[in-house]
C-alpha cells in the first residue's frame, strides 16, 4: 500500500484552468441561424405538432390550437439583417405611421 502509481501526480505542478460551461452554453444557444438551420428547425417543429395532432385526434379528443403552423413564417428574432434592409424596413413603417395617423386625424 505504500507505493504510488507513477503518474498518480502527473502534472500536479500545473495550475488549474477553471472553464466557463455557461457562457460557453449561452455563446451557442445564441449564435445566428443561419436560413437553412431556421428551415430544418421550423420543419421538424411542424412534424412535431402534427403527430400532436393527430395523436390527440386518436384519442377522440377535439382539440384545436393555432401551433407553429400559425406563426411559422415570420421570420426568428436571431436573424441578422444589413443595415440597408432595416432602413428601407423603417422608412415603410414609418410611412405607414404617418398614414394611420392621418386617416384617423
Same mark, same amino acid.
Given at each position: 500500500? =505504500?507505493?504510488?502509481?507513477?503518474?498518480?501526480?502527473?502534472?500536479? =505542478?500545473?495550475?488549474?484552468?477553471?472553464?466557463?460551461?455557461?457562457?460557453?452554453?449561452?455563446a451557442e444557444r445564441n449564435k445566428v441561424k443561419t436560413a437553412e438551420e431556421q428551415q430544418k428547425s421550423?420543419?421538424?417543429?411542424?412534424?412535431?405538432?402534427?403527430?400532436?395532432?393527430?395523436?390527440?385526434?386518436?384519442?377522440?379528443?377535439?382539440?384545436?390550437?393555432?401551433?407553429?403552423?400559425?406563426?411559422?413564417?415570420?421570420? =426568428?428574432?436571431?436573424?441578422?439583417? =444589413?443595415?440597408?434592409?432595416?432602413?428601407?424596413?423603417?422608412?415603410?413603417?414609418?410611412?405607414?405611421?404617418?398614414?394611420?395617423?392621418?386617416?384617423?386625424?
Amino acid at each position: 500500500m =505504500s507505493r504510488v502509481h507513477k503518474d498518480t501526480f502527473k502534472g500536479a =505542478s500545473r495550475p488549474f484552468k477553471k472553464i466557463d460551461w455557461q457562457g460557453r452554453s449561452k455563446a451557442e444557444r445564441n449564435k445566428v441561424k443561419t436560413a437553412e438551420e431556421q428551415q430544418k428547425s421550423v420543419k421538424r417543429l411542424l412534424k412535431k405538432e402534427k403527430d400532436r395532432r393527430r395523436k390527440i385526434a386518436a384519442l377522440g379528443i377535439d382539440y384545436d390550437f393555432p401551433g407553429y403552423a400559425a406563426v411559422a413564417p415570420k421570420p =426568428s428574432c436571431k436573424t441578422a439583417f =444589413s443595415d440597408d434592409e432595416d432602413m428601407e424596413v423603417m422608412e415603410v413603417t414609418e410611412i405607414a405611421e404617418v398614414a394611420a395617423v392621418a386617416e384617423v386625424a
